[in-house]
């Protein structure tokens, strides 16, 4: 599935750190969302935003900052993050929000933080 | 409290062998109900959805699942495993309320290994 593009997909940073993840759907979605995902657990959703517009926001620490400059794209931004924010990044769109549309996902970016 | 529960940690198949794996979901509202499968290395793809109508529902691959509203469950088949299905497979779970903006529930996730 090429419709949702994610850069970096490796990414080591340390604690001190600010990087940033990139996320870019080619779909022409109205959604789009931010997944953490860790071994052993389930998926997390952290942000979604809608035409731009951050409308869901689930209790993420501060040091994870999300940015959509237009419904294309969407960014993380990351700064002073802990090891236990390892993870795998999932970048998702859809239609619409809700539901009812099915979501489309990239790649992942694989974060270590050391 | 909405849940999602794949009671599957880890399943090895045969190639060639049917295939099934277990979902169940506790949901107040009318469900929406996903199947996702995830390669190493990429991201979830999807395999198919019921929002209503037939209980029985096809996807791609060849994958079919079943919504079974008595016993809270939806679960994955496939008749005839190929090497290409050995992957972790997620179900997911979502209503249509005002307030749910696209917020599926996922399940731990079920990984299966394909044997020769």
């Known amino acids: 599935e090429t419709g949702v593009t994610q850069t970096p997909r490796h990414l080591v940073m340390g604690m001190t750190n600010k990087k940033s993840l990139k996320c870019e759907q080619h779909l022409g979605h109205n959604a789009m969302y931010w997944y953490k995902q860790s071994a052993k657990k389930p998926l997390e959703l952290m942000f979604v935003y809608s035409l731009e517009e951050r409308v869901e926001n689930n209790s993420v620490p501060s040091r994870f900052s999300p940015e959509c400059p237009n419904s294309s794209h969407l960014f993380l931004h990351l700064h002073t993050l802990q090891p236990e924010d390892s993870a795998l990044y999932l970048c998702a769109s859809s239609r619409n929000p809700g539901t009812s549309y099915e979501q489309y996902f990239g790649p992942g970016t694989r974060l270590t933080v050391t | 409290a909405q849940s999602v529960t794949q009671p599957d940690i880890h399943i090895t198949v045969s190639e060639g062998a049917s295939l099934e794996l277990r979902c169940n979901y506790s949901y107040g509202a009318t469900p929406y109900l996903f199947w996702y499968v995830q390669s190493p290395g990429q991201g979830l793809q999807l395999l198919l959805k019921?929002?209503?109508?037939?209980?029985l529902v096809q996807g791609i691959k060849g994958f079919e699942a079943e919504f079974k509203r008595s016993q809270s469950s939806f679960n994955l088949r496939k008749p005839s495993v190929h090497w290409s299905d050995a992957a972790e497979y997620f179900c997911a779970v979502g209503a249509e309320t005002t307030d749910s903006w696209g917020k599926l529930q996922f399940g731990a996730g079920t990984q299966v290994v394909v044997t020769p």
């Open positions: 019921y929002f209503s109508g037939d209980t």
